[in-house]
């Protein structure tokens, strides 16, 4: 059992270097020619598929990355914990979405202050572009989810569909901010990113914590 704790955070602690290194390596390039190239051939590829009819998806898609969305489905998933008896991990849907997709991603945008893309934008945003707030708040939302899942859930079919199912909603939202023309795509890159650095750090706390409640019940 120590054994797999030791790998279990060794493992945690190299992915949080390599999330890290990979945040600040696209916030160092944000305006150098690599990233501007990435950019452009992606948002060349995704706006040239603009229709009606996909708007209108891309506009659903995008409100489970939007804050009433993430609020929303946050609230409900609360409840559902909480009338559970999984009181601990309704503390820790909490802290993890509202520092992290919040207080964590204004902070990024208020030091990085990289203006929204000057392209052919389908909806009006305000604020900062950088790192994209839905994408980042996606990433949390939906794989705290998918790690309270793992955690509650039985059948393991049902552990790899949530998880499949959470990815898919993740990586839409993100497409739909560059669709939408709010985005760069490096900007929901490094959403992503921080969004995974974020929760990765949210789990390994929750982690120490449960053990050591469990602990306590105990003795």
Request: with cysteine; charged share 15%; hydrophobic share 50%.
């Amino acid at each position: 059992m120590r054994k797999r704790t030791l790998t279990l955070g060794i493992s945690a602690i190299f992915l949080i270097v390599i999330f890290i290194w990979a945040f600040f390596e696209i916030a160092t390039g944000l305006n150098g020619t690599e990233i501007r190239s990435f950019d452009n051939q992606i948002i060349s590829f995704v706006q040239g598929k603009i229709s009606d009819r996909l708007t209108s998806i891309m506009l659903v898609i995008t409100f489970f990355g939007s804050v009433k969305g993430v609020a929303t489905i946050t609230f409900l998933v609360i409840l559902l914990l909480f009338f559970s008896r999984h009181r601990l991990l309704c503390l820790f849907l909490v802290i993890t979405i509202g520092i992290g997709a919040g207080v964590f991603n204004r902070i990024l945008k208020l030091y990085f202050k990289r203006e929204r893309p000057d392209i052919h934008p389908i909806i009006q945003e305000n604020g900062f572009s950088f790192p994209s707030g839905h994408s980042m708040g996606s990433m949390i939302l939906y794989g705290s989810l998918g790690y309270i899942l793992v955690k509650l859930a039985k059948h393991n079919w049902s552990k790899i569909f949530g998880l499949l199912v959470g990815l898919i909603i993740i990586f839409v939202v993100g497409l739909s901010r560059i669709y939408l023309g709010v985005h760069y795509p490096s900007d929901v890159v490094g959403g992503y990113i921080a969004g995974a650095f974020w929760l990765l750090i949210c789990i390994s706390i929750f982690e120490i914590v449960e053990k050591w409640h469990k602990r306590r019940k105990r003795i």
